[in-house]
């Protein structure tokens, strides 16, 4: 305030107020007239604070103003008192440098007798009572008082001695169990030097002996063989819950008296600091008794002693919170884990990485957190478990992840126990005895309990968990210092929204685990096979090696093997598979057990349910029974694997959480730097410039960050519940943004579940000189007659074949369950199932007689069955013809794979090109064989093997089914492909049908040249052209594989050929050229996915049956299941429509687009809020405390919200959001947007020194007290940085709001539009209107009532809190408000500008086309 614009000297001013200092008088009788007692009315005396009262007893010393606020004023002043205040005076030509001008004005105002000296020139009042008539003194004080001396603790006081007392214990207690504890592991630490084996580094699967041992049925196993202790590595994967080990490391421990001593006081600690901070707070608004009362009434002093205390406790509560896990046992002595009352489980978190980034900074950033990570010990999940005694023996057990684990005293390890039940049909057949009362309890005793119990805290416990979360208690902690330092209208704000998020995510999570505890917690009663009776019991007490009836209705309560009966099963809740199943007995044989593979069809799952149980009557003529034999149970089962995924979840690792951990460290570096620059800036108390400087750290690094990161992928659940897609791990939606290549399966997801009979192609003998087969007497050549499209006109063979060659079942109602192509087949017959087969037969088919209307028909016994093998794809029945008795074999399946037990002879020679043919037109193509076995004894071959049955058929002819695209499949592969997304089929069915459907549903052209490879005889690859069926020489194949992606050329291979690339490791050349599939096995569409997946990301759809693997297996898996949650993957519709994958990743990429704007909107609002702090640092200013309360907690975190809701684009783009923080769009839209609002920041202060009305009234700080930051506000500097911000926080969230690529055009999301509205005119209407009530809530364009009045000509109605500035007011004149709106609107636009032009479309088209990022190139 020294020179104008012009340069000249400032003028001095006339200014108004309370300037006058107090008089104090050693009597009040030498106050002047009119200002001692002869002031108050009657009745009343004028009492030391300088006031008027009846009872002036109650008022304490320190009140009285002429101590001049010295806790411990010098005796000269101990017996002065005040005068009555002087009023409101003006002095033109103010002189605050001066004065002596301010006390001689007021002495001749207020007729003040004599000369007075200054508060503490006692010299100078002595020599004035000398010359006095009057034996008194009297002295200026007020605003004339020197200052107060600096008070200090003498900790002696006895607050400080009890906090002493506690930490001096707290101290002593630690120290003596240190040494205590020490001590007493000793023998411990000896062993573990000599020996680690008592610790567990693996947790070994114990093995049972098999049942059928009698001599081991109980006892641990001895040793395990390598392959046995492979299959148990394998078993304990995955009951571990998928997080891709098995490692797990116990320690013992024990309870101690003095332990409990030691952790109570940590407990007790704990809530002391809590206490102690609460009382801190709680004087400094003086809820305690007076303000300040505990640092000598000395404010200073008091933010002195809080700062320690807040870092103190901060710094317990951090340590505590980062060994919260370990605290109770080191308050316990560590022992052996056999001789332990409690156990502590280590096991190693190993995160499932989807992307990763090849920035050397990311992976140094990375590298830094994990040597951190590792430090803290915070990479492993940290358990304990009490240690519990098996009733009756000396077993020491413990439950872990719902799973028990018994101690091996042979091995000295805990671990699961596994009974084996044997590997072979015939092994397993020998448990069909059931088990002895005593062995089955043995059994319950090692296993525990066929009951997944799911612990769900309480909602209070679970939200004091979640409040202990580090992030958690980082933003409750920063909110202490927002409820002491007077912004407690914020910290109260913002606590809610902290409290109100961490309920809403206990709620949430809560809510899933009491839906996982419903699906897991399951039990009833069923018959179970003991001591050689049928005893009805509860599920609970089911134990490997049970025997159990099978009945309809029931939930199969564990893994079980089919020993009996004809048994149909629901798996929908399980697998997504939309029909019902029929399972069959195991065979009494020699063959292998797999329980995933072939075995599939002998199990029952956990979890599902019985919809049809039947008795079967054997050839022999006995019953048999639906039964089963009790495999796995617990958390050993498919259903208690789901369970454990769902309640431990496998940590998941994008680059967008990796670059996260790097902008949290470069924020943080930030706020440190900010930090510094407050406490430089601040030209005031140390403790003043440590809470603005915490205040600004805390405000970048914004504590919604965390929710607006996840806000985007929770609407994006919303929205897709709502489109009937349920998602039950959302960190994949966002990953579903990216994905790069869609695989799908193709019988029921690309095409209709059902096929329709398409008709058949049959097998005859024509004249030659070539017999049929050897020993054959006809005389002939073997050729397929025409196609027939009419069943009726198939021969009597092809009839029989279709007829009875399969595996279909009739439920109550009439519904057919089976192989949908089975049903369809079945269906065209016309003929019926028995209710009750003939005694000796699985199934009897009553076959309606030619030309009848079925009163005339016959009956077709099946003796024998072998079902349906993926891994031979084909079956056979043996049925016996009651008109004949002949008994005739049926084999069915694929046309290579039956072409294989075919007698050659009977085989056409354009046996392939014609199956190949009408596969090549669509059609699905199966062939039939036939054996005529003659009149034999059916008992004769129940021991025959599939081979002695199958082998040497005569080939029937094949039978054709049409296999339709789903309606709306090329359209919905059409947008895939045009939302740049590669899209393949991966299926069981034959190559060439894959190819037509392909073509037809628009994987590929029409047009398209397609090369399939395939393996010959002698297992050799080669390629051929499907169209011309000319072979293709490898160098064609390799110039496919190095053509450009335009060109009109795909590969097509079989499962063998992609075996057979994989063993030879050529396979990763291929993957992305080839575009079908076709003969993949279940496993094999596992080992394809996760080939795409190491290009790029990857997502599978299909139907949940043999598809479940490579569902779960993708980086996105969707299951098109009526369930919404399964096992199958993290995504299920129930729309069972393609439709869904592409409202998936239309969801996806909006889910990782909106996810972005918000983090970007909050990373601005830091930028912001940090350059409005350094500029308050610099001029020694801060907005209102209203204002900061608007931007907080409505600017900021409504409008995020609302950046969240943005909506989905209608179509997918051709381009894929950005998964990187760091990325050049992110950075070009954060640093642009950031250096145009510096910009134009600058620019207003810039023009604001230019103004003529603002030179020389400009805010003097040291007027002012600094740490009493409410005051700083009432100056034009604060208003130019108030409005130039707030314009800058609103207008952020419209510049994130922009891109329509992903996201609805941005008018489209009307809650932030509104909103940006109405806060844009809320800001101009402050602006540029009138002062109104509005503007001075603000403390903007607006001043002292009385100053308004004289000035402006203004009478406010409501009240204004008087200014603190020289002016009494900071209006700004009218011409230049419209000048700073002027600006601040440029500031907006050249925001907006550069985010359309040069963030999102122009400039970044241009820069994408001149420097392309490394992107995976493929064909479309």
């Known amino acids: 305030n020294k020179y104008d614009v012009n340069g000249n000297p400032c003028p001095l001013r006339t200014r108004s107020g309370e300037l006058c200092p107090q008089m104090c008088v050693s009597d009040v009788s030498l106050c002047p007239k009119g200002f001692g007692d002869d002031s108050c009315l009657d009745g009343q005396t004028l009492c030391i604070d300088g006031s008027c009262s009846a009872d002036c007893g109650n008022i304490p010393a320190r009140k009285n103003p002429c101590g001049c606020s010295f806790q411990y004023p010098p005796e000269q002043a101990k017996d002065l008192v005040p005068c009555v205040a002087f009023g409101d005076v003006t002095i033109e ?37 000398d010359n006095s008539s009057i034996d008194g003194r009297r002295f200026w004080s007020g605003n004339q008082c020197p200052t107060a001396p600096k008070y200090h603790y003498t900790y002696t006081e006895p607050l400080w001695i009890g906090v002493f007392s506690c930490v001096g214990a707290e101290a002593f207690v630690l120290m003596l169990w240190i040494v205590y504890k020490f001590l007493r592991e000793m023998p411990v630490r000896r062993l573990r030097r000599r020996d680690a084996g008592f610790t567990t580094t693996a947790p070994a699967n114990v093995h049972g002996a098999s049942a059928g041992d009698d001599s081991e049925k109980t006892s641990l196993s001895k040793d395990m063989s390598d392959e046995k202790r492979g299959k148990a590595s394998s078993s304990a994967s995955d009951s571990d819950a998928g997080n891709e080990t098995s490692d797990i490391y116990i320690k013992g421990y024990s309870n101690d008296a003095l332990g409990w ?6 407990i007790l600690t704990s809530l002391g600091w809590i206490v102690w901070l609460g009382f801190w707070i709680g004087d400094y608004y003086g809820t305690l008794g007076e303000p300040d009362s505990l640092s000598h009434y000395d404010s200073g002093l008091l933010d002195e002693t809080f700062i320690p205390i807040w870092i103190f406790a901060v710094t317990w509560t951090v340590t505590c919170c980062v060994f919260l896990k370990r605290i109770r046992n080191f308050f316990r002595i560590e022992c052996l884990p056999s001789e332990g009352q409690y156990v502590q489980i280590e096991r190693e978190l190993k995160e499932l990485k989807m992307a990763t980034s090849a920035s050397k900074i990311v992976a140094l950033a990375k590298l830094v957190e994990e040597k951190f990570v590792k430090f803290i010990k915070a990479d492993v999940h940290v358990a304990t478990c009490k240690i519990k005694l098996i009733p009756g023996s000396k077993l020491r057990y413990f439950n872990y992840m719902c799973t028990r684990y018994v101690f091996n005293e042979k091995t000295k390890q805990y671990g699961p126990y596994l009974f084996d039940m044997g590997s072979t049909h015939r092994q397993i057949h020998t448990h069909s005895s059931g088990l002895s009362s005593q062995e089955a309890s043995a059994r319950l005793s090692l296993i525990g309990p066929n009951f997944i119990s799911v612990y769900v805290p309480s909602y209070p416990l679970a939200f004091v968990l979640e409040l202990s979360n580090f992030f958690y208690l980082y933003q409750l902690m920063i909110q202490v210092i927002y409820w002491y330092w007077n912004y407690y209208v914020i910290g109260i704000i913002d606590t809610c929204i902290i409290l109100l998020s961490a309920v809403v995510k206990v709620f949430v999570r809560i809510r899933g685990e009491l839906r996982v505890k419903r699906m897991a917690e399951h039990s009833e009663v069923c018959t179970i096979l003991r001591d050689g009776q049928w005893q009805e019991l509860s ?13 309809a209705g029931m939930h199969v309560p564990c893994d079980a093997i089919v020993l009996g009966g004809n048994i149909v099963v629901d798996e929908s809740s399980l697998t997504g598979e939309p029909l019902p199943i029929r399972k069959f007995p195991i065979r009494e044989d020699d063959g292998v057990y797999d329980k995933s593979g072939a075995g599939k069809i002998n199990t029952l799952f956990a979890g599902t349910s019985i919809s049809q149980s039947q008795e079967v009557t054997t050839s022999d003529g006995s019953i048999s029974e639906p039964t089963g034999l009790c495999l796995h149970t617990g958390t050993q089962t498919d259903k208690g694997q789901l369970v454990q995924q769902i309640l431990f979840p496998q940590p998941i690792s994008f680059i967008f959480d990796e670059q996260l951990r790097l902008v949290f460290g ?15 800036f601040y030209q005031t108390k140390p403790s003043a410039a440590w809470f603005y400087a915490m205040f600004s750290s805390s405000q970048l690094i914004s504590p919604l960050i965390p929710a607006a990161l996840v806000m985007g992928q929770s609407v994006a659940a919303g929205r897709l519940r709502k489109k009937k897609i349920y998602c039950v791990n959302l960190p994949r939606i966002i990953m579903a943004g990216k994905v790069q290549v869609f695989c799908f399966d193709k019988t029921g997801t690309l095409t209709k579940e059902g096929l329709e009979f398409y008709g058949g192609m049959c097998a005859q003998t024509t004249s030659s000189s070539t017999p049929v087969a050897a020993g054959d007497s006809q005389i002939g050549t073997v050729e397929f007659a025409p196609f027939i499209e009419s069943y009726e006109k198939l021969p009597d063979k092809m009839r029989m074949a279709a007829a009875t060659c399969h595996a279909v079942a009739e439920v109550e109602g009439g519904l057919m369950i089976g192989n949908p192509v089975d049903v369809e087949m079945f269906r065209t017959t016309g003929c019926e199932i028995s209710k009750t087969p003939m005694p000796g037969a699985l199934d009897t088919i009553i076959v309606p007689d030619e030309g009848s209307t079925g009163s005339d028909s016959y009956k077709l016994d099946i003796v024998k069955r072998f079902e349906f093998l993926h891994a031979r794809a084909s079956m056979s029945v043996a049925v016996r013809d009651p008109r004949d008795g002949h008994v005739h074999v049926f084999v069915k399946g694929s046309f290579e794979k039956v072409k294989e037990h075919l007698d050659s002879a009977t085989v056409p020679n354009n046996y392939l090109a014609a199956a190949n043919h009408m596969a090549r037109r669509g059609g699905y193509v199966l062939a039939m064989g036939h054996r005529d076995l003659g009149d034999i004894d059916v008992s004769d071959m129940q021991n025959w093997t599939r081979d002695d049955m199958e082998n040497g058929c005569e080939l029937v002819g094949f039978i054709v089914f049409k296999n339709m695209l789903k309606e709306d499949t090329p359209e919905a592969i059409a947008k895939l492909k045009n939302g740049s997304t590669r899209t393949v089929m991966i299926t069981g069915d034959t190559a060439l049908t894959g190819v037509f459907i392909a073509k037809s549903a628009g994987l590929m052209s029409e047009q398209a040249t397609v090369y399939l490879g395939d393996l010959d005889k002698s297992g050799e690859l080669y390629w051929v052209d499907v169209d011309k069926e000319e072979p293709v020489s490898q160098e064609q194949i390799d110039r496919v594989i190095s053509s450009v992606p335009g060109d009109d050329y795909e590969l097509a291979m079989t499962g063998k050929a992609f075996n057979r690339l994989d063993d030879m490791g050529l396979i990763r050349q291929y993957v992305l050229h080839t575009r079908v599939f076709a003969r993949m096995l279940p496993n094999d569409k596992v080992n394809c996915v996760q080939l795409h997946m190491e290009r790029g990301f990857t997502a599978m759809c299909g139907d949940g049956g043999n598809d479940c693997g490579a569902l779960r297996a993708a980086h996105v898996g969707l299951a098109l299941s009526d369930a919404e949650a399964s096992i199958v993957s993290p995504f299920s519709s129930s729309d069972r429509s393609i439709s869904s994958c592409v409202e998936l990743l239309i969801q996806g990429r909006s889910a990782l687009a909106t996810s972005f704007a918000g983090y970007l909107y909050l990373i601005l609002y830091g930028q912001t809020m940090t350059f409005l702090k350094i500029f308050s640092f610099y001029f020694s200013n801060t907005a209102s405390s209203n204002t900061w309360i608007w931007i907080d907690a409505f600017i ?12 989905p684009a209608k179509k997918l783009s051709k381009h894929r959001p950005t998964a990187r923080i760091l990325g050049p769009q992110i950075m070009t839209t954060a640093g642009g947007t950031v250096a145009i609002n510096f910009i134009f920041l600058s620019s207003a202060f810039a023009w604001l020194y230019k103004q003529s009305w603002f030179r020389c009234n400009e805010f003097d700080s040291s007027s002012t007290d600094i740490a009493k930051w409410w005051l700083l506000a009432d100056n034009y500097e604060a208003s130019v940085l108030a409005f130039v911000c707030l314009f800058q926080f609103v207008n952020n969230a419209m510049v994130v709001n922009f891109g329509y690529y992903f996201r609805r055009r941005w008018y489209r999301n009307y809650a932030l539009v509104f909103l940006w509205a109405v806060y844009v005119a809320i800001i101009s209407i402050v602006l540029l209107a009138k002062t109104n009530w509005l503007g001075c809530r603000f403390r903007l364009n607006c001043g002292s009532k009385d100053v308004l009045a004289s000035e402006f000509s203004i009478h406010p109605s409501f009240y204004i809190e008087d200014y603190n500035n020289l002016t ?8 230049s408000r419209y000048q700073l709106w002027g600006i601040c609107i440029g500031n907006m636009c050249a925001t907006v500008l550069w985010q359309l032009v040069v963030a999102l479309y122009p400039v970044h088209s241009w820069a994408r086309k001149k420097r392309p990022l490394r992107r995976l190139k493929v064909k479309l």
């Open 261 to 266: 001593v030691g952790f109570s006081s940590v």
């Open 539 to 551: 599920t609970i007490d089911l134990v490997p090696g049970d025997i159990f009836r099978i009945v």
């Open 1196 to 1207: 900021n975190t409504i409008m995020s919200i609302c950046v969240a809701y943005s909506g």
């Open 1368 to 1375: 009494g007011h900071n209006i700004i004149p009218t011409d």
């Open 93 to 129: 030509h103010y002189n605050k440098d001066d004065t002596s001008q301010t006390i001689d004005f007021c002495t001749e105002k207020f007729n003040v007798s004599g000369s007075m000296p200054l508060w503490g020139d006692w010299d100078g009042s002595q020599e004035q009572a």
């Open 666 to 680: 470069i924020l943080i570096l930030y706020a440190i730097i900010v930090f510094v620059l407050a406490m430089v």
